[in-house]
């Protein structure tokens, strides 16, 4: 079973920089496609970065945002510079895990998500 808690949301002014955490449970780094989400109020929730998908980097975020990932901690980093307002979102740590056959013999998304922290930025 794979889990995500993320952490370090908060309030950040224009301008400002704020590093979020995603600890995933287990060693799902290496099987799994790990990726920031994020969802403004009122909109959809939109892809942010993922480890495998750099080339379709959300054009907003490009050259302000980044990924690290510390394998011994089961920890993937969102790094946000130059936030400005049109960042504020909850931000979904994600897990793309390829797909898995039920018990009816159907082929299932193995996608997992985490439960969201909120980033508001302030100008």
């Known amino acids: 079973q794979v889990h995500l808690v993320e952490s370090g949301g908060g309030s950040v002014q224009a301008g400002g920089s704020l590093k979020l955490s995603c600890v995933a449970s287990?060693?799902?780094?290496?099987?799994?496609?790990m990726g920031w989400y994020r969802q403004p109020p009122g909109k959809q929730r939109e892809l942010v970065l993922s480890?495998?998908?750099?080339?379709t980097l959300a054009a907003s975020v490009k050259g302000r945002f980044s990924l690290s990932e510390d394998n011994a901690k089961n920890t993937l980093y969102l790094l946000m510079d130059s936030l400005n307002s049109d960042d504020t979102a909850t931000y979904y740590c994600?897990?793309?895990?390829?797909?898995?056959?039920?018990?009816?013999?159907?082929?299932?998304?193995?996608?997992?998500w985490g439960q969201g922290t909120q980033v508001t930025v302030s100008s």
């Open positions: 994600a897990a793309d895990c390829g797909t898995y056959q039920d018990d009816y013999g159907r082929i299932m998304a193995d996608f997992h």
């Open positions: 287990g060693d799902i780094f290496s099987s799994c496609d």
């Open positions: 480890m495998t998908t750099v080339e």
